[in-house]
DNA sequence: ATAACATATTGACTTTTTTCGATGTGACAG
DNA sequence: CTGTCACATCGAAAAAAGTCAATATGTTAT
């Protein structure tokens, strides 16, 4: 399976859209967190939890640390900044002006 | 209805998880585009074109420009900076360090 | 007014994403 | 080794998003 470059942008922005991620992102601008605090502060089941971090894992946008059998997450700020440069590369306009394709202006 | 802060920001990232928005944006990049151009460097049908636009006119980040029977996209310049700085907001991280919230280090 | 054209909207359908209970896996304590 | 705990994965069902032909709306030319 070959991810195309549109796929890999995706997988960023994609990890944006949910409102329980955006949630999930908000506490952890507080800080580093373990899954459990977050099952509890989202309210939510553990399985949907680990389903989201790995959503937000794989967009490189959240890091997961492994300390025996606790996971701890934080925002990533290599990721973040990645995501950012993304975002701008996708919206820069090359060229400004008219259209000068079909019709008149 | 009342959107929430989410749904808004959803709506911006959700615009560019698809691939084909992705290839429209990419076109854009270039300076404005009619519609009609669109569909055909898109290879894609009139109502399915039309779909797409109103997704990427809705997050801010393309704007149309109605001239009778045509409108020309182009990418907005304020919607692009509007989406970067919620970008940054949302993974902005006000405190740094471990997690203190249930286990240790 | 009528016809031709550009784009938007609708509706039926397919595909993708999300949800969450059940089950699996690996870590640690006793 | 056994039980318990933290988290990941599976699988089936629900929800959301995307696709596109058909149809509606609005514009311009005649």
Same mark, same amino acid.
């Given at each position: 399976?070959?991810?195309?470059?549109?796929?890999?942008?995706?997988?960023?922005?994609?990890?944006?859209?949910?409102?329980?991620?955006?949630?999930?992102? *908000?506490?952890?601008?507080?800080?580093?967190?373990?899954?459990?605090?977050? %099952?509890? *502060?989202?309210?939510?089941?553990?399985?949907?939890?680990?389903? $989201?971090?790995? &959503?937000?894992?794989?967009?490189? &946008?959240?890091?997961? =640390? +492994?300390?025996?059998?606790?996971? $701890?997450?934080? &925002?990533?700020?290599?990721?973040?900044?990645?995501?950012?440069?993304?975002?701008? +590369? %996708?919206?820069?306009?090359?060229?400004?002006?008219?259209? =000068?394709?079909?019709?008149?202006?």
């Amino acid at each position: 399976m070959v991810a195309t470059v549109y796929e890999e942008r995706a997988r960023v922005f994609k990890a944006l859209c949910d409102e329980r991620r955006q949630k999930i992102l *908000e506490l952890l601008q507080g800080g580093e967190k373990c899954a459990c605090v977050l %099952i509890e *502060e989202m309210g939510m089941p553990q399985s949907s939890l680990s389903y $989201h971090m790995k &959503i937000l894992c794989d967009s490189g &946008i959240v890091t997961g =640390r +492994e300390d025996g059998k606790w996971t $701890h997450y934080q &925002i990533s700020r290599q990721g973040s900044e990645k995501a950012v440069s993304l975002l701008k +590369e %996708i919206t820069a306009v090359t060229e400004t002006g008219g259209c =000068r394709s079909c019709c008149g202006t």
